[in-house]
Each structure stands twice: as C-alpha cells, then as structure tokens.
C-alpha cells in the first residue's frame, strides 16, 4: 500500500479527519443526552417522592400504619417507574415497605440530620436505581423518612438506542466517506493518468497528442496547459523543420554553384594548357 498514492492522501487528509470530527461529535451527543435523560429521571422522580411524602404525612399524625402499608403500595403502582417504597421513623426504624421479605439490595444509612431529599445510585436485581431518601417534618419536627426507588433501566436502554443509532450514523458517514473518496480519487487519478500516457506519447515522438478536458478543475488546467505546451513544441518543431530544409536548399544552391566554379576553373586551366602547347608549337615551326 503505497500512502504517497493521491487516493491515500485523499482518504487521510479527508476522510479521516472528518471521521474524527464526526466520532467526537457522537461521543459528545451520547454523554450529553446521557447527562439530560439523568437529569430528566432525577427531576421526576424527586418531584414524585415530594408528591408521596405529602400523601402518606397524615399516616404519620394519626399513626395509622395499616393504612400506611396500603397507601405505600397504591403510591407504587401509581408512580414514576417506582421500584419500593419504605417509610422509616426518625430513627431510622422501618415502619412501612413494600418488601415482602428482606430488601434485595443494601440500602444506605438514613441521614437524620438532613433538610433535604438525599439521592444516591444503587444496583437493584442487577438493574441501575435511584434512590431518594426525603425527611418527613410535621411543622419544625422530623418525624420519618420516606425512601423511594426509581427504575432506571428505561434510561439506560433509551442511552443504549442512542448509542446504537449514533454508531450507525457513524458507520454511514465511514461508508459515505470511502465512497465519495474512491469516487473523488478515481476522477481525478484517471486524469492524471490519462496525461501521464499522452505525455510518454509525446515523448516517444507522436507529434498529434492532445489531452481531453473534462473539467474546469486543477486538473483540467493542467490539461489545457499540456495541450498548450505540446501545441507550441509542435510549432516550434515545424518551424525548426522549415528553416532546415531553407538551410538544405541554400547549402545545395552553394555546392551546385562551388560545383560549376570548380568546373570552369578546370576548363580554364585546360584553355591555358591548350594555348601554351599551341604557342610551343607555333615556336617550333617558326626556328
């Protein structure tokens, strides 16, 4: 696997950044719905334990606790995915619950001295709750504790579901991603490679190769200026071929005329050598 290859560089300079981008974006949505979906179960489930402390209060004041146990019961089949309910005295004695036997799960200590509703996550039958231990006060007195537990397994499978399609948007964009590269890098490759063969070809000497433009891209720049290119070599060429057979008649011109110079000088040298075998004739005849 060559990574200098314009389709690797492609695939790393493009697609795997995006990929990058779009992976944190997942994780950041899948932490962020899991931080609201929490704070939506907290919120209800705390505004539904407000709503059955002020139900079952009267219990406290006329000690009623048979009606108690019946109205804990009712208040769980009516309530926000409500998994128990116990009701403790100020000391932390269970006076009231919907266990049939003993709590599956170990319940954390009561805090007497708090104000407020106190929440804490525990595991209940293998299954995430949330535990919520709010005070009981009749005027300034606390006079009990009323610990509820909130199912939230509806949370984790709607946070698994996110997560699931998260996952396959992401797997989408991959395959999105390596499509549009390898159609990307394909284009511009086979156009690379188309003017890598006609410039061999106008090197092993075809003179009429000329590259089709396809695109008003980078590449196809570079195609008009290879066409440009091998035009004007054309030209040039055709007019160093010109200017060479000028050259071959002008040189042909001068041989013909230093060949009938070299021609009349030897007649003149033949004329002279006649005249002077006359003259030593002439001599001859007259002694």
């Known amino acids: 696997m060559n990574f200098y290859s314009i389709r690797n560089r492609i695939l790393?300079?493009?697609?795997?950044?995006?990929?990058v981008v779009v992976a944190l974006f997942?994780?950041?949505?899948?932490?962020?719905?899991?931080?609201?979906?929490?704070?939506?179960?907290?919120?209800?489930?705390?505004?539904?334990?407000?709503r059955?402390?002020?139900?079952?209060?009267?219990?406290?004041?006329?000690?009623?606790?048979?009606?108690?146990?019946?109205?804990?019961?009712?208040?769980?089949?009516?309530?926000?995915?409500?998994?128990?309910?116990?009701?403790?005295?100020?000391?932390?004695?269970?006076?009231?619950?919907t266990f049939l036997n003993q709590p599956p799960v170990r319940l954390p200590p009561i805090n007497g001295?708090?104000?407020?509703?106190?929440?804490?996550?525990?595991?209940?039958?293998?299954?995430p709750i949330l535990n919520i231990d709010s005070p009981v006060f009749i005027g300034i007195y606390r006079v009990g504790t009323v610990r509820v537990g909130y199912d939230l397994?509806?949370?984790?499978?709607?946070?698994?579901?996110?997560?699931?399609?998260?996952?396959?948007?992401?797997v989408i964009f991959l395959l999105v991603g390596i499509h549009l590269s390898v159609i990307l890098s394909g284009r511009i490759i086979r156009s690379i490679e188309n003017l890598a063969e006609a410039a061999k070809k106008y090197s092993d000497g075809e003179v009429l190769v000329s590259q089709e433009l396809i695109s008003n891209d980078e590449v196809g720049q570079l195609a008009l200026a290879f066409n440009r290119m091998t035009e004007k070599?054309?030209?040039?060429k055709r007019e160093l071929e010109s200017e060479r057979d000028q050259l071959k008649d002008k040189v042909a011109e001068l041989e013909n005329w230093q060949?009938?110079?070299?021609?009349?000088?030897?007649?003149?040298?033949?004329?002279?050598?006649?005249?002077?075998?006359?003259?030593?004739?002439?001599?001859?005849?007259?002694s």
């Open 153 to 170: 397994r509806d949370v984790q499978a709607a946070i698994r579901q996110t997560a699931y399609v998260s996952l396959a948007v992401f």
């Open 233 to 236: 070599i054309s030209a040039a």
């Open 12 to 19: 790393y300079y493009l697609i795997a950044p995006s990929m």
């Open 52 to 97: 059955i402390v002020a139900n079952i209060k009267d219990r406290f004041i006329d000690k009623n606790f048979s009606k108690l146990n019946e109205q804990i019961f009712d208040e769980k089949f009516s309530g926000f995915r409500i998994l128990y309910i116990e009701v403790l005295s100020d000391q932390g004695q269970p006076m009231a619950s």
């Open 259 to 286: 060949n009938a110079t070299i021609n009349r000088e030897l007649k003149m040298v033949e004329l002279k050598k006649e005249i002077n075998d006359l003259k030593e004739t002439l001599a001859k005849k007259s």
């Open 26 to 50: 997942i994780v950041g949505f899948i932490y962020v719905a899991e931080k609201n979906f929490n704070g939506y179960v907290e919120n209800n489930a705390e505004a539904d334990s407000k």
């Open 113 to 127: 001295k708090a104000a407020t509703a106190v929440k804490s996550n525990l595991v209940y039958y293998g299954s």
